[in-house]
């Protein structure tokens, strides 16, 4: 674990610093003077649109926080061909279950950054009558987000070339026959309900859609 | 006397010309008979769709007919779905029983017919229609289920109900009057609706104001909407928001905008394109929640009650709700304060997917094998 914070470290601490910058940038992006949300008709409407503006940008850092690390688990590994780890007295299962373990404790940091972010923006912010602030639903969003996106990317780094192709050339695969089915003007859009299946509930992606608000109604 | 050279450089022009001319007087003919066969192919097209229409409907075998709503109301279906058809009728029956009461009587006549769903394969889906003079009409797609089917059929009767009754209410809603009870996210958005309008009047209802509330849900009638309406500030935010429309003077529209109030007023007062933001605020979804406030409020027999009642929407709501209108908007106001409070952003289901995915990714790596 602790060689394996050494090569994640500097990646985790990048994240963490943005995880507590992205709320306070929502909350400075809201507390102007009333000119500025005279656009959106009312103070609310204002704090609404920005929230959701700023929504995007949790998605992407747990996204990018789970890859980074995830990535960042395998590298060294990668670069020695894994001779050193298969070469230790140590099942290769067990290797497997402690780097993801170690991994996904680093995602901690970020999600503690991001709770300290939210808590403070919502205790500075001017926030108005009617609607709240969730920085407790939000950051626990945000770490499950991280946590799938990490396991994504681990379980695609840990395996063979091989099933890497393999999952590459499923992709390709659904692409071509997406193409296909429009060439011969089939009336299915395979794209389309294949995205319903990732994106939608119980989706392997599903937790990345939906509001990620810290201050809703 | 013109010149012979210049005769027949005239002739020459006109012989020339009569062709074309003949060409384009035939071409405008062969055209209007093109347009004219081809509207004729259209409605012959219309006719032979009506005719099949009928011709389906009408043969349409439904074996199976089902009574309810004191025997007032036939629902007929086919025998794939008279299980189904049959445990929907007997819910949606209490439920058109207790809300309708006497009034029950105005359903008679009406036939509703449950047949498959031909686009949805393995018979899953319903097709429910409404069969007036031979005709299926008014058609709604549904799951074959109990509940999906006894949705449908609840709002047709409380429609017809609705329809029946002459009711005022019906136009007052924009929109038709759900039968479900109201939800989280149904006071969510009526609050986020009320607290993010640009008038001041929604802002005071939400604060508790119920003059205010009458007005934004168009109970009363405003004498003066861009002064009643709107505050200074709310006057600036409408005329900046439609500024770069192009439809308001320059000029005006910037001094506006700049902090002159007069001329804020002026220009909503004066200019069509503004007119849209007098009318009441309150949409038809706020209004439906009032009156599914005032339905829940009445108990049984609230839609009975509305139909019976001959006055006013106002009055029509306080006698569904069998308390003074004043009372329904308190009850309302506090539903749109409190309820719903909670994020969309995290929720048990949420967290079981995420941990479900999670441990079968971690599964697959911990598995995987370097060896091939």
Redesign the interface.
């Known amino acids: 674990m602790a060689v394996q914070w050494k090569w994640s470290r500097w990646a985790v601490l990048a994240v963490t610093v943005v995880g507590f910058g992205i709320p306070i940038a929502s909350v400075k992006a809201i507390a102007g003077s009333?000119a500025e949300?005279?656009?959106?008709?009312?103070r609310?409407?204002q704090v609404?649109a920005v929230m959701q503006g700023f929504g995007m940008a949790y998605a992407l850092l747990a996204a990018g926080a789970g890859l980074a690390i995830a990535l960042l688990a395998w590298s060294s590994d990668h670069r020695g061909r894994?001779v050193y780890a298969?070469s230790l007295p140590v099942a290769?299962?067990r290797y497997?279950?402690m780097r993801?373990g170690s991994g996904a404790l680093f995602l901690l940091l970020p999600t503690v950054g991001v709770l300290a972010g939210t808590l403070i923006a919502v205790l500075i912010a001017p926030i108005?009558?009617?609607?709240?602030g969730?920085p407790?639903?939000?950051t626990?969003?945000f770490m499950?987000?991280s946590?799938?996106a990490y396991?994504?990317f681990?379980?695609i780094a840990?395996?063979?070339p091989?099933?890497a192709g393999g999952v590459l050339g499923a992709i390709a695969a659904v692409l071509v026959v997406a193409f296909l089915l429009s060439a011969a003007s089939v009336e299915f859009n395979l794209l389309s309900y294949l995205g319903g299946l990732v994106f939608s509930?119980?989706g392997?992606l599903?937790?990345f859609t939906?509001?990620?608000?810290l201050i809703?109604? | 006397m013109p010149s012979p050279r210049y005769l027949s450089i005239l002739a020459t022009a006109v012989i020339l010309a009569a062709p074309g001319a003949g060409a384009r007087a035939q071409d405008t003919r062969e055209l209007a008979r093109r347009l004219d066969a081809a509207v004729a192919l259209r409605e012959k097209a219309t006719a032979t769709l009506v005719a099949y229409r009928r011709q389906t409907d009408v043969a349409q075998v439904y074996s199976d007919t089902i009574r309810i709503a004191d025997r007032a109301m036939l629902v007929v279906t086919t025998g794939d779905f008279l299980p189904v058809v049959r445990a929907a009728a007997v819910t949606a029956d209490t439920f058109i029983r207790r809300s309708g009461g006497s009034q029950v009587g105005a359903l008679r006549g009406t036939v509703v017919t449950v047949r498959v769903d031909t686009t949805v394969p393995g018979k899953a889906g319903v097709v429910i229609s409404l069969r007036s003079n031979g005709l299926e009409g008014a058609q709604e797609q549904a799951p074959a289920s109990r509940d999906a089917v006894a949705k449908i059929l609840e709002s047709r009767a409380q429609e017809l109900l609705l329809a029946h009754g002459g009711v005022r209410s019906r136009e007052w809603l924009t929109g038709g009057l759900p039968i479900d009870t109201m939800t989280d996210s149904d006071w969510?958005?009526v609050?986020?609706e009320?607290?993010?309008?640009?008038t001041t009047i929604a802002?005071t209802c939400?604060?508790g104001d119920i003059p205010a509330c009458k007005a934004t849900l168009g109970l009363t009638v405003v004498q003066d909407p861009v002064m009643d309406m709107y505050d200074a500030?709310?006057r600036?935010?409408?005329i900046?928001?439609v500024r770069h429309f192009g439809q308001l003077a320059r000029g005006t529209t910037d001094r506006c905008?700049a902090g002159d109030d007069a001329q804020c007023i002026n220009l909503m007062r004066t200019n069509a394109a503004l007119f849209y933001a007098l009318a009441p605020e309150g949409s038809g979804h706020a209004r439906a929640t009032l009156m599914q406030q005032a339905i829940a409020d009445g108990g049984p027999g609230a839609i009975e009650r509305l139909i019976m009642s001959k006055g006013s929407v106002s009055d029509e709501i306080a006698a569904a709700a069998r308390e003074p209108l004043d009372s329904v908007i308190v009850h309302w106001q506090r539903h749109a304060?409190l309820g719903g409070?909670?994020?969309?952003?995290?929720s048990p289901?949420?967290?079981a997917?995420?941990?479900?995915?999670?441990l079968a990714?971690?599964a697959?790596?911990?598995?995987?094998?370097?060896w091939?």
Request: overall charge positive; glycine content about 8%; hydrophobic content about 50%.
């Open positions: 009333p949300y005279s656009n959106f008709g009312s609310a409407a609404v894994h298969l290769r299962s497997a279950a993801f108005p009558s009617g609607l709240h969730y407790i639903a939000l626990l969003r499950l987000s946590a799938v396991s994504i681990f379980a840990a395996s063979t091989k099933a509930e119980p392997l599903s937790v939906g509001r990620w608000m809703d109604a | 969510r958005a609050r986020l009320m607290v993010s309008s640009p802002r939400y604060g500030e709310g600036r935010a409408v900046a928001r905008v304060r409070i909670k994020s969309d952003d995290f289901a949420i967290a997917i995420a941990i479900g995915w999670i990714l971690g697959v790596a911990v598995r995987g094998s370097r091939r």
